[in-house]
């Protein structure tokens, strides 16, 4: 048999639990045919969350590689970091869909399309954190791209999800397009795919060549992870999409994108140890972080729709974690990654309240969160909890995750880092004034008649369930840096 047909064919030992959401995939396809009307959402429910969990455990039982190992001729790369984030993106989907379940946007008759695009989604995520081929890249994250497009418009009858697909569908084919050109760049600069021979083969003869296609590759992940000035479609999406939807397009897409773009600037710009000479990505990157953080923030001050707030602050978290790729070595790698982990629960955990909220009243407005401190006691409880680690408040998980980036800034040391530092606190304190405008109006302002809202039990675990770990995290956070740390020492930085 042939070498590469071995070596293939043994390379699908990694990829057992894709192999199991495919086969669910598929499956759900052939059953939503089968379900009964009335049972098709309960059952389409079950079947999507066992098929994550067994995907779950086959990821549990392959394990954190030692060292790396390349699979599918190099194509994919399963290391630490790979399966790091395989575990994030299984957890985000897990939750996503229970809230799906319980969510009110999403009406029977798209419910099992919308699961089945979630998986698949799931799928291509994993593609994309271990993508090591620039064709296998441009791939999955066009996959990513494709299917997070008919998320946000696959919603019947309503004109605010296809307003927003379409505009969410422009913005990302011309970012792919820009991108794909920069990578034909590369290619034809190097005459490879694979990261790292790209990197072995770049020389500072084509220092102003490298650095245009290198700026082309940027406008691509900087679409994917909202950072400005290619952040422009964010607002619109979140604020047209269904809530699980803007939730999931949060946490994922995003977690995948800084994944993505981690894994190609530290194998294709640095030797290891130093960033090349050639190229001045660190200032590229310390200024993206500046202007992201800044748009966001300020944006964020005047929004009246909680989505859009949640959006704008969306892209400035985007800036605070782009502080980590302004400077080489595992301490940036370690406190983006565990940063994004604790996105993913607390910034989940604003959009349930605001995905109940809609359930309950059919408003995103913050006027309508008026007096829910003394309605709903619990789920406000929980609000402010989520809210206070946005803005980096102990004794929660966000601050911790902005403690380790501004710790790493400070250790890098110099004058531009320590202004970059402090532009980071102060936009954290700014962050605070919009957070509060929420809690004011939950807690503080006068309420003429106290409106009941009803959150039912499920609701009220859901949000419980999520907010226990930001606080847990913020206080014993440990064992979540030490699987972090053992995964970048797993992986091919």
């Known amino acids: 048999m042939n070498t590469l047909v071995k070596s293939n064919l043994s390379s699908f030992s990694y990829f057992v639990p894709e192999l199991i959401v495919i086969i669910g995939i598929l499956a759900l396809i052939i059953l939503e045919l089968v379900f009964k009307k009335e049972t098709k959402r309960k059952f389409s429910t079950y079947f999507a969350l066992a ?17 790396s190992k390349f699979i599918f001729n190099r194509m994919l790369v399963y290391d630490g970091v790979s399966y790091y984030f395989k575990f994030l993106f299984f957890l985000s989907t897990f939750f996503i869909i229970i809230l799906s379940y319980i969510s009110v946007e999403l009406s029977d008759k798209e419910y099992t399309e919308t ?19 620039m064709l296998m890249l441009y791939l999955s994250l066009e996959g990513v791209s494709l299917l997070s497009y008919i998320l946000t418009a696959n919603k019947r009858g309503d004109i605010r999800p296809a307003e927003a697909g379409l505009k969410y569908t422009i913005y990302g084919g011309v970012a792919s397009g820009i991108m794909l050109f920069g990578f034909s760049l590369l290619y034809g600069l190097t005459g490879s795919l694979d990261l790292t021979q790209i990197m072995h083969r770049l020389n500072g003869q084509n220092a102003a060549l490298i650095f245009v296609a290198s700026i082309l590759v940027i406008v ?20 047209g999409a269904p809530t699980p939807v803007t939730a999931f397009l949060s946490v994922g897409p995003k977690a995948a994108g800084f994944a993505i773009l981690a894994r190609f600037f530290y194998n294709v710009f640095t030797n290891g140890t130093a960033p090349v000479n050639y190229f001045p990505w660190l200032l590229v990157f310390w200024l993206l972080s500046v202007a992201t953080m800044i748009v966001g923030n300020y944006a964020a001050i005047n929004q009246k729709n909680l989505k859009r707030l949640l959006a704008y602050s969306s892209i400035a978290h985007a800036g605070y974690m782009l502080m980590g790729m302004s400077f080489v070595g595992l301490i940036g790698l370690r406190a983006i990654f565990f940063y994004l982990f604790a996105y993913f629960i607390m910034n989940l955990g604003a959009f349930a309240v605001v995905s109940f909220m809609v359930n309950k009243t059919g408003s995103e407005e913050i006027g309508d969160y008026l007096g829910l401190g003394r309605a709903e006691p619990l789920v406000a409880v929980t609000f402010t909890i989520f809210l206070l680690s946005l803005t980096g408040i102990p004794p929660t998980v966000g601050f911790i995750g902005k403690f380790y980036l501004l710790i790493g800034v400070i250790f890098e040391g110099g004058l531009w880092y320590y202004l970059l530092a402090f532009i980071a606190v102060f936009f954290t304190v700014i962050s605070l004034f919009y957070y509060a405008r929420v809690l004011k109006r939950m807690y503080l302002d006068p309420v003429d008649e106290l409106r009941q809202v009803g959150f039912g039990a499920y609701e009220k675990i859901y949000v419980s369930v999520l907010a226990i770990p930001v606080l847990i995290l913020g206080v014993y956070w440990q064992p979540l840096m030490h699987f972090i740390e053992r995964a970048l020492s797993n992986s091919v930085f």
């Open 51 to 67: 098929t994550l969990i067994v995907g779950f455990i086959a990821l549990l039982a392959t394990g954190m590689p030692d060292g």
């Open 115 to 133: 699961l089945i695009l979630m998986l698949s989604l799931l799928v291509m995520m994993d593609l994309l954190a271990s993508s090591f081929n």
């Open 220 to 239: 691509g992940f900087g679409y994917k992870i909202a950072a400005v000035p290619f952040h422009q479609w964010s607002p619109d999406v979140y604020e």
